[in-house]
């Protein structure tokens, strides 16, 4: 497959900037934040479902647009240039994708109809403590009658605050198989603790104590759940990817244009060779950046062998050069780059944020190496 | 139609590979560990071993040397798309570029775009055949990054040009037959303006070359002297006085020839040789802060591979990415340098031995001495970020 988005993909990507740029500026961020950290805006969301985007993935099966992840990935990388919120890295991205990978049909074609047209929102709690180490679960099903019960505590829930369904990973009783099951949000016994952190998003950690889970409110089967779970997680990760690409870009962007406008010396800094070569190893890096984001969105679409080594690539070059990218970008600005005026800070601060989120650099150097066995 | 011309170079590639595997040597699909296993022509080129020779006759015979100059020229005529699926069929038996001749990478290209159609016929084949190898001069005492600022003078005689000057760092000088040459037709303008681009035989009467040794202890360059050598007006090549165009020209795919676009051979993978000589420990490097860096290095360099690609893939569908010539020399050389520097830790005492038999004479030590010029020739690390900062971020000069 040839290392270029075709037509329609890129016709997605011109009308996501379009829609953006009118509807989620940077300043409609900045507002949110400014209205005591508003975990989003209702009325957008609603505008993007219209946009078909909670359907791009969804096969056509199930009434989806079966877009592929390149197209997800255009309106990530066109979200990220935005630092736009929404809810659509926890229903769309990491539910939509779990649930596709399940074989309970009716559960799946529920939820799928639900979030196609706005009316739920879902997320994936997985993390336990305080880095991503998927292999650390101490989450546990157990059965109890006619029902099973969950407990447990899950970290860094991404929109755990506003998700009307959290989809939970735990041990069965014996440890030997991972479960993912629905869990409706008002059930009895969750206990949320809601966290903004930097970038003014909202997190959760959340408990079960006894939640009772229905018997066919299981995504997984017969022990699928985790290769579920891990295929999920690589997916995230290159969505994830797309955004710090949309992020790295707009920040580099508006840095070297600001170069280009600001006098000292009475010459325009950009003029200085100290900042030109930095300016430059920049430039070269986000053409790498590019180039693994989107190999790895197509090793999505093309259910490439490949795609765990594929993802940790992208997590861990998108996540090395944001966050040097983010750091020129605030350096170059002086003074006014770590003022809250100026939105420069923004990118920083959901830099850090998304670095580590689904692993670091350093966790994914670490897989990688565990790939080619040394 | 789309499917008619889709069907075409998928015969294509199936030919291509059966071919290849048919007629490609089994040696010629190593990777190369020097530049001394690479056939490179010329009046006096040897063939280091009868498989290589094959493999070059083989070639020649399929015109696929230089498959993408047209037919006239030697070459075999194959569209661009044809052309990469031949070097996505040769990277992946890795097979060996069957001839390297810097007629082929650097001057072929300069002069399909600059030179009369008498010079092309006349010069272009005979690079294709290996008759002719080829040499640069480009930099002088004087004139290195600042490379418009050349002296080396071309005085016009009527019917030839006296020329007479000094380059410095021509590449396999002493091996070339024929070097093409900046010089200087008018030193009354600007120094950019006055730059001519001439093709001359290094038989003639007044050049002499004396190697230039290296801290690897090798002399793959030279210093070439012009002593009052005569030049047939027939040599020029492109506009009087209007050789920096052609200069620059050349430079982009000098660039690109250093950053090893194109190369179809197979890299080692220095993982394999880190877990060959490496102890482990659970598996896992011992070394676990030099773990990180390989794995690094190889992301690097497998995304930058993937970067090669996607450019390609764009050029091709009539897409510009913007990611020029001078990025590709800046990263791949770059990456050649990282590597040697992480197998001198992987190899330990024994990568900086530099006599013994066991180290075919200092192979790795010398190669890693021999990868610090790669960030200086061809346009150093900072002239190619120059160029960046200028031309593609737009980056003011005042």
């Known amino acids: 497959m040839a290392l270029i988005i075709n037509e329609e993909q890129q016709m997605l990507k011109e009308s996501t900037k379009e829609f953006l740029d009118l509807k989620s500026p940077i300043s409609s961020m900045r507002k949110l934040r400014n209205n005591n950290f508003q975990t989003y805006n209702k009325e957008l969301w609603m505008e993007m479902v219209e946009m078909g985007w909670t359907a791009l993935t969804i096969p056509e099966k199930y009434n989806g647009l079966n877009f592929g992840y390149v197209g997800l990935g255009q309106v990530f990388e066109e979200m990220g240039r935005k630092l736009s919120i929404s809810p659509i890295i926890s229903t769309v991205l990491m539910s939509t994708t779990l649930i596709s990978l399940s074989k309970n049909e009716i559960l799946k074609s529920n939820l799928f109809k639900?979030?196609?047209?706005?009316?739920?929102?879902?997320?994936?709690?997985?993390?336990?403590?305080?880095?991503?180490?998927?292999?650390?679960?101490?989450?546990?099903?157990?059965?109890?009658?006619?029902?099973?019960?969950l407990n447990g505590k899950k970290n860094f829930v991404i929109d755990g605050s506003i998700s009307d369904y959290l989809i939970v990973t735990a041990n069965n009783e014996s440890g030997s198989n991972v479960l993912i099951c629905v869990v409706d949000s008002k059930s009895t016994g969750v206990e949320y603790n809601n966290k903004v952190h930097m970038d003014s998003r909202t997190y959760s950690d959340i408990t079960f104590n006894n939640v009772k889970i229905k018997n066919d409110n299981f995504l997984s089967f017969e022990g699928d759940g985790?290769?579920?779970?891990?295929?999920?997680?690589?997916?995230?990760?290159?969505?994830?990817?797309?955004?710090?690409?949309?992020?790295?870009?707009?920040?580099?962007?508006?840095?070297?244009?600001?170069?280009?406008?600001?006098?000292?010396?009475?010459?325009?800094?950009?003029?200085?060779?100290?900042?030109?070569?930095?300016?430059?190893?920049?430039?070269?890096?986000?053409?790498?950046?590019?180039?693994?984001?989107?190999?790895?969105?197509?090793?999505?679409?093309?259910?490439?062998?490949?795609?765990?080594?594929?993802?940790?690539?992208?997590?861990?070059?998108?996540?090395?050069?944001?966050?040097?990218?983010?750091?020129?970008?605030?350096?170059?600005?002086?003074?006014?780059?770590?003022?809250?005026d100026a939105d420069i800070g923004f990118f920083l601060k959901r830099a850090r944020v998304v670095q580590s989120m689904l692993g670091d650099s350093n966790f994914h150097l670490d897989k990688l190496a565990k790939i080619k066995n040394y | 139609m789309e499917t008619k011309v889709n069907t075409d170079l998928t015969n294509f590639r199936m030919e291509t590979r059966k071919w290849l595997e048919d007629n490609c040597p089994l040696s010629m699909r190593e990777p190369t560990k020097d530049p001394s296993q690479l056939y490179w022509g010329g009046r006096n080129g040897e063939f280091s071993s009868d498989d290589q020779k094959l493999w070059f006759e083989r070639m020649l015979e399929k015109k696929w040397i230089v498959p993408y100059w047209k037919v006239k020229y030697g070459g075999?005529?194959?569209?661009?798309?044809?052309?990469?699926?031949?070097?996505?069929?040769?990277?992946?038996?890795?097979?060996?570029?069957?001839?390297?001749?810097?007629?082929?990478?650097?001057?072929?290209?300069?002069?399909?775009?600059?030179?009369?159609?008498?010079?092309?016929?006349?010069?272009?084949?005979?690079?294709?055949?290996?008759?002719?190898?080829?040499?640069?001069?480009?930099?002088?005492?004087?004139?290195?990054?600042?490379?418009?600022?050349?002296?080396?003078?071309a005085e016009d005689k009527g019917d030839y040009f006296l020329v007479t000057g000094s380059k410095v760092w021509t590449s396999y000088a002493e091996k070339a037959d024929w070097i093409f040459c900046l010089v200087r037709t008018d030193s009354s303008c600007s120094k950019h303006t006055g730059i001519s681009f001439l093709l001359i035989d290094m038989a003639s009467e007044g050049v002499s070359t004396r190697p230039i040794k290296l801290i690897s202890g090798k002399s793959p360059f030279c210093e070439t002297f012009f002593d009052s050598v005569k030049v047939p007006k027939a040599n020029l090549v492109g506009t009087?006085?209007?050789?920096?165009?052609?200069?620059?020209?050349?430079?982009?795919?000098?660039?690109?020839?250093?950053?090893?676009?194109?190369?179809?051979?197979?890299?080692?993978?220095?993982?394999?040789?880190?877990?060959?000589?490496?102890?482990?420990?659970?598996?896992?490097?011992?070394?676990?802060?030099?773990?990180?860096?390989?794995?690094?290095?190889?992301?690097?360099?497998?995304?930058?591979?993937?970067?090669i690609r996607r450019t390609m893939d764009e050029e091709k569908s009539g897409n510009n990415s913007g990611a020029a010539s001078s990025f590709f020399k800046y990263y791949g050389t770059e990456l050649n340098i990282q590597r040697e520097e992480l197998r001198l830790k992987i190899n330990g005492f024994s990568s900086t031995e530099w006599?013994?038999?066991?180290?075919?004479?200092?192979?790795?030590?010398?190669?890693?001495?021999?990868?610090?010029?790669?960030?200086?020739?061809?346009?150093?690390?900072?002239?190619?970020?120059?160029?960046?900062?200028?031309?593609?971020?737009?980056?003011?000069?005042?």
């Open chain 1, 226 to 340: 985790k290769l579920i779970l891990e295929k999920t997680l690589d997916i995230t990760r290159i969505g994830l990817a797309a955004e710090m690409l949309g992020n790295i870009q707009e920040a580099f962007e508006i840095t070297v244009n600001y170069l280009k406008e600001r006098e000292q010396f009475g010459v325009k800094i950009g003029s200085f060779q100290a900042l030109q070569h930095r300016c430059a190893l920049m430039f070269g890096e986000i053409e790498l950046c590019k180039s693994i984001v989107l190999k790895a969105l197509q090793a999505i679409d093309s259910n490439d062998s490949s795609l765990s080594k594929y993802s940790s690539l992208a997590k861990a070059k998108l996540g090395s050069i944001l966050q040097l990218v983010s750091n020129e970008a605030v350096q170059m600005h002086g003074g006014i780059g770590v003022t809250d």
């Open chain 2, 76 to 153: 075999g005529g194959l569209s661009i798309e044809k052309n990469n699926i031949l070097n996505q069929e040769m990277g992946r038996l890795g097979c060996r570029k069957p001839h390297y001749n810097f007629g082929i990478s650097m001057l072929g290209p300069a002069m399909l775009k600059f030179a009369s159609e008498e010079q092309k016929l006349n010069y272009l084949p005979d690079i294709v055949q290996g008759k002719i190898r080829w040499c640069q001069g480009y930099s002088e005492p004087n004139a290195g990054s600042d490379l418009a600022n050349l002296q080396t003078k």
């Open chain 2, 240 to 307: 009087l006085n209007d050789g920096w165009t052609i200069a620059k020209y050349l430079l982009t795919h000098e660039r690109q020839m250093i950053g090893g676009i194109g190369e179809t051979d197979k890299k080692l993978h220095i993982s394999n040789e880190a877990i060959n000589v490496m102890s482990k420990n659970n598996g896992i490097l011992s070394d676990t802060i030099l773990r990180s860096k390989i794995s690094e290095f190889e992301m690097n360099e497998e995304i930058f591979d993937l970067t």
């Open chain 1, 114 to 149: 639900e979030i196609m047209n706005g009316t739920k929102l879902s997320t994936v709690a997985h993390d336990e403590g305080v880095h991503h180490n998927p292999e650390i679960l101490n989450s546990l099903i157990s059965k109890e009658g006619d029902f099973f019960v």
């Open chain 2, 355 to 398: 006599n013994s038999k066991a180290s075919e004479n200092g192979k790795q030590a010398r190669y890693f001495c021999r990868t610090k010029g790669n960030s200086i020739e061809g346009g150093t690390h900072e002239v190619q970020l120059n160029i960046i900062a200028k031309r593609i971020l737009g980056l003011p000069t005042k």
